[in-house]
Nanobody, 116 residues
C-alpha cells in the first residue's frame, strides 16, 4: 500500500535552515507528481510546493518563494523540501502528499518549529 514517511523536522532558530525528506513506497514513484503541505496550529492545511514527475517543473507558494525549494530523487523514491531563511510563521507540521487518481495520500507529518 502507499506509504509516505517524512523526516528532518525539528527546532531551528529564525534565519536557519532545514531539509525535509519524504520516502515513498507502494506506488510507481516516478510516475506521480509530489507535494508538500503544512498545517500551523489552528489553521488549515496549505500547499507549500509541488514537483512534477521528472522534477523539471516545480511550484512554490508565494509566501515561501525564494526560501523553499522542492526536489526529488526518483532512484531513491524520495522528495525533499529545502527550507532556508526560516521564520517563526513557518512553524507547522509538514506533510508529504501524493494524489493518485483523485485520492490523496498523506504521511504522518514532521514538526518544524522556528523559535529563538
Amino acid at each position: 500500500q502507499v506509504q509516505l514517511v517524512e523526516s528532518g523536522g525539528g527546532l531551528v532558530q529564525p534565519g536557519g535552515s532545514l531539509r525535509l525528506s519524504c520516502a515513498a513506497s507502494g506506488f510507481t514513484f516516478g510516475l506521480n507528481a509530489m507535494s508538500w503541505y503544512r498545517q500551523a496550529p489552528g489553521k488549515g492545511r496549505e500547499l507549500v510546493a509541488r514537483i512534477s514527475t521528472t522534477g523539471t517543473s516545480t511550484n512554490v507558494a508565494d509566501s515561501m518563494k525564494g526560501r523553499f525549494t522542492i526536489s526529488r530523487d526518483n532512484a531513491k523514491r524520495t522528495v525533499y523540501l529545502q527550507m532556508n531563511s526560516l521564520k517563526p510563521e513557518d512553524t507547522a507540521v509538514y506533510y508529504c502528499n501524493v494524489d493518485r487518481g483523485g485520492y490523496n495520500y498523506w504521511g504522518q507529518g514532521t514538526q518544524v518549529t522556528v523559535s529563538s
